[in-house]
Protein backbone atom coordinates (compact mmCIF):
# COMPACT_ATOMS: atom_id res chain seq x y z
CA UNK A 1 0.00 0.00 0.00
CA UNK A 2 1.21 3.18 -0.82
CA UNK A 3 0.91 6.47 1.56
CA UNK A 4 1.73 8.64 -1.85
CA UNK A 5 1.12 7.72 -4.93
CA UNK A 6 2.09 10.56 -7.83
CA UNK A 7 0.68 9.20 -11.67
CA UNK A 8 1.21 10.99 -14.53
CA UNK A 9 1.82 14.72 -13.16
CA UNK A 10 2.58 17.25 -15.93
CA UNK A 11 3.61 20.77 -14.15
CA UNK A 12 4.50 23.41 -16.89
CA UNK A 13 5.14 27.27 -16.35
CA UNK A 14 3.45 29.87 -17.98
CA UNK A 15 6.19 32.55 -18.87
CA UNK A 16 6.64 35.59 -21.51
CA UNK A 17 9.13 33.28 -23.32
CA UNK A 18 6.11 30.42 -23.86
CA UNK A 19 5.15 27.43 -21.98
CA UNK A 20 8.12 25.27 -19.51
CA UNK A 21 7.54 21.85 -19.48
CA UNK A 22 9.00 21.67 -16.24
CA UNK A 23 7.36 18.07 -15.34
CA UNK A 24 6.10 15.90 -18.56
CA UNK A 25 4.34 12.73 -16.86
CA UNK A 26 6.43 11.40 -13.47
CA UNK A 27 4.59 8.49 -11.68
CA UNK A 28 5.61 7.08 -8.56
CA UNK A 29 5.17 5.83 -4.87
CA UNK A 30 6.05 6.47 -1.72
CA UNK A 31 5.40 3.43 0.86
CA UNK A 32 4.83 4.01 4.17
CA UNK A 33 8.01 4.32 6.42
CA UNK A 34 10.12 4.12 3.52
CA UNK A 35 12.93 6.85 2.02
CA UNK A 36 12.67 7.26 -1.46
CA UNK A 37 14.87 9.35 -3.17
CA UNK A 38 14.67 11.70 -6.15
CA UNK A 39 17.88 12.62 -7.50
CA UNK A 40 18.57 14.82 -11.11
CA UNK A 41 21.05 17.70 -11.88
CA UNK A 42 19.08 21.12 -11.24
CA UNK A 43 16.66 21.80 -13.76
CA UNK A 44 15.51 17.78 -13.56
CA UNK A 45 11.93 18.96 -12.43
CA UNK A 46 12.74 17.02 -9.19
CA UNK A 47 11.58 19.80 -6.83
CA UNK A 48 8.88 21.06 -8.80
CA UNK A 49 7.65 17.95 -9.19
CA UNK A 50 7.69 17.94 -4.86
CA UNK A 51 5.97 21.42 -5.31
CA UNK A 52 3.27 20.25 -7.51
CA UNK A 53 2.28 17.75 -5.19
CA UNK A 54 1.93 20.08 -2.37
CA UNK A 55 0.82 22.98 -4.56
CA UNK A 56 2.89 25.56 -3.43
CA UNK A 57 4.12 26.36 -7.12
CA UNK A 58 4.38 29.89 -7.74
CA UNK A 59 2.38 31.97 -9.82
CA UNK A 60 3.21 30.93 -13.35
CA UNK A 61 3.61 27.28 -12.37
CA UNK A 62 0.67 25.40 -13.20
CA UNK A 63 -0.20 21.30 -12.48
CA UNK A 64 -1.60 20.67 -15.82
CA UNK A 65 -2.29 16.65 -15.36
CA UNK A 66 -2.29 13.71 -13.10
CA UNK A 67 -3.14 12.65 -9.30
CA UNK A 68 -1.57 12.92 -5.94
CA UNK A 69 -2.95 10.14 -4.15
CA UNK A 70 -2.16 10.80 -0.35
CA UNK A 71 -3.32 7.53 1.58
CA UNK A 72 -6.38 7.77 -1.16
CA UNK A 73 -7.22 11.58 -1.34
CA UNK A 74 -5.87 13.65 -4.45
CA UNK A 75 -3.61 16.33 -3.05
CA UNK A 76 -4.66 17.96 -6.04
CA UNK A 77 -7.99 18.49 -5.58
CA UNK A 78 -8.07 18.90 -1.85
CA UNK A 79 -10.22 22.50 -0.69
CA UNK A 80 -7.71 24.75 0.68
CA UNK A 81 -8.45 24.56 4.07
CA UNK A 82 -8.24 20.45 4.14
CA UNK A 83 -4.62 20.88 2.23
CA UNK A 84 -3.12 23.69 4.60
CA UNK A 85 -4.57 21.24 7.82
CA UNK A 86 -2.23 18.43 5.65
CA UNK A 87 0.18 20.45 5.21
CA UNK A 88 2.49 21.13 7.92
CA UNK A 89 0.55 18.14 9.86
CA UNK A 90 0.88 14.78 8.23
CA UNK A 91 2.96 16.24 5.39
CA UNK A 92 6.17 18.48 6.63
CA UNK A 93 8.93 19.78 4.07
CA UNK A 94 12.17 21.39 4.57
CA UNK A 95 14.94 23.01 2.21
CA UNK A 96 18.46 23.34 1.59
CA UNK A 97 18.51 27.17 3.20
CA UNK A 98 17.19 27.23 6.63
CA UNK A 99 17.87 30.63 7.19
CA UNK A 100 15.03 31.79 4.10
CA UNK A 101 12.58 29.45 6.23
CA UNK A 102 13.56 30.99 9.63
CA UNK A 103 12.17 34.34 10.71
CA UNK A 104 15.46 36.42 11.90
CA UNK A 105 13.65 38.48 14.41
CA UNK A 106 12.23 35.64 16.58
CA UNK A 107 13.77 32.96 18.90
CA UNK A 108 14.20 29.49 17.60
CA UNK A 109 12.19 28.28 20.59
CA UNK A 110 9.08 31.11 19.51
CA UNK A 111 9.12 29.56 15.94
CA UNK A 112 9.06 25.69 16.96
CA UNK A 113 6.62 26.92 19.63
CA UNK A 114 4.24 28.60 16.86
CA UNK A 115 4.24 25.78 14.67
CA UNK A 116 3.31 23.47 17.43
CA UNK A 117 0.62 25.86 18.46
CA UNK A 118 -1.10 26.54 15.03
CA UNK A 119 -1.22 22.78 14.91
CA UNK A 120 -1.97 21.57 17.83
CA UNK A 121 -4.31 21.91 21.04
CA UNK A 122 -1.89 22.29 23.94
CA UNK A 123 -1.03 25.33 26.31
CA UNK A 124 1.87 27.35 25.77
CA UNK A 125 3.66 25.46 28.75
CA UNK A 126 2.79 22.62 26.87
CA UNK A 127 4.61 23.43 23.46
CA UNK A 128 7.27 24.92 25.15
CA UNK A 129 7.92 21.41 26.78
CA UNK A 130 7.40 19.74 23.36
CA UNK A 131 10.01 22.19 21.64
CA UNK A 132 12.34 21.31 23.91
CA UNK A 133 11.74 17.28 23.72
CA UNK A 134 12.08 18.12 19.52
CA UNK A 135 15.30 19.59 20.33
CA UNK A 136 16.66 16.63 22.18
CA UNK A 137 15.38 14.51 19.43
CA UNK A 138 17.34 16.32 16.94
CA UNK A 139 20.44 16.33 18.81
CA UNK A 140 21.10 20.00 20.16
CA UNK A 141 22.66 20.47 23.19
CA UNK A 142 21.52 22.19 26.19
CA UNK A 143 17.99 22.18 24.36
CA UNK A 144 16.09 24.46 27.05
CA UNK A 145 18.60 27.14 26.49
CA UNK A 146 18.79 27.45 23.21
CA UNK A 147 15.59 27.84 22.61
CA UNK A 148 16.19 31.39 23.57
CA UNK A 149 18.57 31.46 21.14
CA UNK A 150 18.15 33.24 17.60
CA UNK A 151 18.58 32.05 14.23
CA UNK A 152 21.96 33.97 13.75
CA UNK A 153 23.74 32.58 16.94
CA UNK A 154 22.97 29.21 15.42
CA UNK A 155 25.57 27.42 12.61
CA UNK A 156 24.18 26.59 9.15
CA UNK A 157 24.17 22.39 10.73
CA UNK A 158 22.31 23.40 13.67
CA UNK A 159 19.54 25.77 11.74
CA UNK A 160 18.85 22.84 9.41
CA UNK A 161 18.41 21.00 13.27
CA UNK A 162 16.05 23.33 14.18
CA UNK A 163 14.06 23.38 10.47
CA UNK A 164 13.79 19.36 11.35
CA UNK A 165 12.47 19.79 14.59
CA UNK A 166 9.67 22.07 13.16
CA UNK A 167 8.72 19.85 10.34
CA UNK A 168 8.76 16.66 12.91
CA UNK A 169 6.54 18.84 15.65
CA UNK A 170 3.08 17.54 14.01
CA UNK A 171 4.56 13.79 13.66
CA UNK A 172 4.03 14.05 9.93
CA UNK A 173 3.53 10.68 8.10
CA UNK A 174 5.42 11.84 5.34
CA UNK A 175 8.70 14.63 5.11
CA UNK A 176 9.90 16.25 2.02
CA UNK A 177 13.39 17.00 2.54
CA UNK A 178 14.20 19.26 -0.83
CA UNK A 179 18.40 19.23 -0.82
CA UNK A 180 18.50 19.86 2.99
CA UNK A 181 22.35 19.34 3.41
CA UNK A 182 23.51 21.17 -0.26
CA UNK A 183 24.24 24.03 1.44
CA UNK A 184 26.52 22.10 4.12
CA UNK A 185 30.09 21.47 4.40
CA UNK A 186 30.84 17.95 3.59
CA UNK A 187 31.05 16.86 7.43
CA UNK A 188 27.75 18.43 9.01
CA UNK A 189 26.23 17.17 5.77
CA UNK A 190 26.84 13.46 6.92
CA UNK A 191 25.73 14.15 10.17
CA UNK A 192 22.44 15.60 9.05
CA UNK A 193 21.87 12.60 6.46
CA UNK A 194 22.36 10.08 9.66
CA UNK A 195 19.76 12.22 11.88
CA UNK A 196 17.33 11.46 9.19
CA UNK A 197 18.03 8.52 8.95
CA UNK A 198 17.87 7.85 12.23
CA UNK A 199 14.21 9.86 12.75
CA UNK A 200 12.68 8.04 9.90
CA UNK A 201 13.65 4.37 11.63
CA UNK A 202 12.45 5.90 14.94
CA UNK A 203 9.50 7.73 14.02
CA UNK A 204 8.16 5.23 11.48
CA UNK A 205 7.54 8.00 8.43
CA UNK A 206 8.30 8.38 4.87
CA UNK A 207 10.49 10.66 3.36
CA UNK A 208 11.40 11.82 0.03
CA UNK A 209 14.78 13.19 0.11
CA UNK A 210 15.73 15.15 -3.06
CA UNK A 211 19.19 15.69 -3.94
CA UNK A 212 21.45 16.48 -7.03
CA UNK A 213 24.08 13.87 -5.54
CA UNK A 214 24.00 9.72 -5.76
CA UNK A 215 26.19 9.70 -3.10
CA UNK A 216 24.05 10.81 -0.78
CA UNK A 217 20.99 8.40 -2.09
CA UNK A 218 23.38 5.67 -1.93
CA UNK A 219 23.62 6.65 2.07
CA UNK A 220 20.68 6.25 3.44
CA UNK A 221 17.70 6.07 0.95
CA UNK A 222 15.65 2.39 -0.13
CA UNK A 223 14.54 3.34 -3.11
CA UNK A 224 15.47 5.95 -6.14
CA UNK A 225 13.95 7.93 -8.77
CA UNK A 226 16.17 9.20 -11.46
CA UNK A 227 14.75 12.17 -13.50
CA UNK A 228 15.79 13.86 -16.41
CA UNK A 229 13.97 16.33 -18.61
CA UNK A 230 11.32 16.81 -16.26
CA UNK A 231 10.67 12.87 -16.69
CA UNK A 232 11.43 9.49 -14.69
CA UNK A 233 14.51 7.90 -16.34
CA UNK A 234 15.08 5.01 -14.19
CA UNK A 235 13.58 4.18 -10.94
CA UNK A 236 14.57 0.91 -8.11
CA UNK A 237 15.99 -0.47 -5.49
CA UNK A 238 19.18 1.55 -4.52
CA UNK A 239 21.19 -1.61 -4.26
CA UNK A 240 19.58 -2.92 -7.57
CA UNK A 241 20.02 0.39 -9.41
CA UNK A 242 23.51 0.78 -8.31
CA UNK A 243 24.80 -2.81 -8.92
CA UNK A 244 23.12 -2.40 -12.23
CA UNK A 245 22.54 0.90 -13.38
CA UNK A 246 20.14 0.62 -16.59
CA UNK A 247 20.27 3.90 -18.04
CA UNK A 248 22.97 5.76 -19.55
CA UNK A 249 22.27 9.00 -17.76
CA UNK A 250 22.25 7.07 -14.01
CA UNK A 251 25.66 5.36 -15.44
CA UNK A 252 26.62 8.71 -16.03
CA UNK A 253 25.25 10.39 -12.35
CA UNK A 254 27.41 7.67 -10.93
CA UNK A 255 30.77 8.49 -12.34
CA UNK A 256 30.59 11.56 -11.55
CA UNK A 257 30.37 10.05 -7.42
CA UNK A 258 33.81 11.12 -6.12
CA UNK A 259 35.13 7.81 -4.74
CA UNK A 260 35.75 8.46 -1.26
CA UNK A 261 38.75 6.04 -0.91
CA UNK A 262 40.24 8.02 -3.86
CA UNK A 263 40.06 11.63 -1.09
CA UNK A 264 41.77 14.66 -2.51
CA UNK A 265 42.69 13.32 -5.48
CA UNK A 266 39.13 11.33 -6.31
CA UNK A 267 38.25 12.06 -10.27
CA UNK A 268 34.89 13.41 -10.97
CA UNK A 269 33.90 12.84 -14.48
CA UNK A 270 31.40 14.81 -14.87
CA UNK A 271 28.81 14.68 -17.83
CA UNK A 272 29.36 16.59 -20.62
CA UNK A 273 26.58 19.10 -22.43
CA UNK A 274 23.64 20.65 -20.56
CA UNK A 275 20.58 19.36 -20.07
CA UNK A 276 17.34 20.16 -22.43
CA UNK A 277 15.41 23.03 -22.99
CA UNK A 278 12.07 22.52 -21.64
CA UNK A 279 9.95 25.60 -23.72
CA UNK A 280 11.11 23.17 -26.61
CA UNK A 281 11.36 19.69 -24.73
CA UNK A 282 12.80 17.21 -27.71
CA UNK A 283 10.45 14.61 -29.13
CA UNK A 284 13.33 11.77 -28.35
CA UNK A 285 14.91 10.67 -25.27
CA UNK A 286 15.80 13.96 -23.60
CA UNK A 287 19.36 12.81 -22.97
CA UNK A 288 19.78 11.76 -26.55
CA UNK A 289 22.40 15.05 -27.36
CA UNK A 290 24.37 13.87 -24.44
CA UNK A 291 23.53 10.46 -24.57
CA UNK A 292 27.19 7.96 -25.36
CA UNK A 293 25.05 5.34 -27.10
CA UNK A 294 22.66 7.49 -28.71
CA UNK A 295 20.98 5.66 -31.73
CA UNK A 296 19.51 6.62 -34.68
CA UNK A 297 15.81 5.96 -32.91
CA UNK A 298 16.32 7.91 -30.10
CA UNK A 299 15.46 11.21 -31.01
CA UNK A 300 12.71 10.36 -33.18
CA UNK A 301 10.46 8.59 -30.41
CA UNK A 302 10.23 9.04 -26.88
CA UNK A 303 11.64 5.59 -25.38
CA UNK A 304 8.89 4.21 -22.74
CA UNK A 305 9.81 2.76 -19.41
CA UNK A 306 10.86 -0.67 -19.83
CA UNK A 307 10.24 -3.28 -17.05
CA UNK A 308 13.67 -4.49 -16.56
CA UNK A 309 13.37 -6.24 -13.12
CA UNK A 310 11.38 -7.08 -9.92
CA UNK A 311 11.16 -3.02 -9.14
CA UNK A 312 13.20 -1.90 -11.86
CA UNK A 313 12.71 0.63 -14.56
CA UNK A 314 14.40 2.45 -17.33
CA UNK A 315 13.54 4.62 -19.79
CA UNK A 316 15.81 3.53 -22.79
CA UNK A 317 15.17 2.14 -26.13
CA UNK A 318 18.63 -0.01 -25.50
CA UNK A 319 16.30 -2.06 -23.26
CA UNK A 320 14.04 -2.50 -26.14
CA UNK A 321 14.30 -5.87 -27.61
CA UNK A 322 15.65 -5.24 -30.80
CA UNK A 323 17.54 -2.63 -30.02
CA UNK A 324 21.42 -4.13 -30.25
CA UNK A 325 23.64 -5.39 -27.45
CA UNK A 326 26.81 -5.23 -28.06
CA UNK A 327 28.05 -1.72 -27.67
CA UNK A 328 29.75 -1.68 -30.67
CA UNK A 329 27.30 -2.08 -32.76
CA UNK A 330 25.47 0.65 -31.26
CA UNK A 331 25.01 2.97 -34.53
CA UNK A 332 25.89 7.21 -32.46
CA UNK A 333 24.03 9.76 -33.96
CA UNK A 334 27.22 11.81 -33.46
FE1 LIG B 1 20.76 7.11 -24.82
FE2 LIG B 1 18.97 6.37 -26.60
FE3 LIG B 1 18.86 5.39 -24.18
FE4 LIG B 1 18.25 7.94 -24.61
S1 LIG B 1 17.14 6.15 -25.36
S2 LIG B 1 19.50 7.16 -23.00
S3 LIG B 1 19.70 8.45 -26.22
S4 LIG B 1 20.48 5.08 -25.69
MG1 LIG C 1 15.79 21.91 -6.71
Redo the contacts with the bound molecule.
Sequence with gaps: MSLLSVRDLKTSFFTSRGEVQAVRGVSFDVRPGEILGIVGESGSGKSITCMSVLRLLKSAGRVIGGEALFEGRDLLKLDDEDLRQLRGNEIAMIFQDPMTSLNPTLSVGEQVMETILRHRKVTRAEARQRAIELFELVRIPNAAARLKAYPHQFSGGMRQRVMIAMALSCDPKLLIADEPTTALDVTIQRQILALLKELQSRLGMAVILITHDLGVIAEVTDRVLVMYGGMA?EQGLVREVFARPS???TRGLLASIPKLREGMHARLTPIPGSPPDMLRPPK?????PR?????L???AAM?PLFDIGTEHDA????HHPEAPKVTGE?EA?R
Excluded at 284 to 288: D, E, K, L, S, V
Design positions: MHPYGCPFACPQAMQCEPRCWLLV
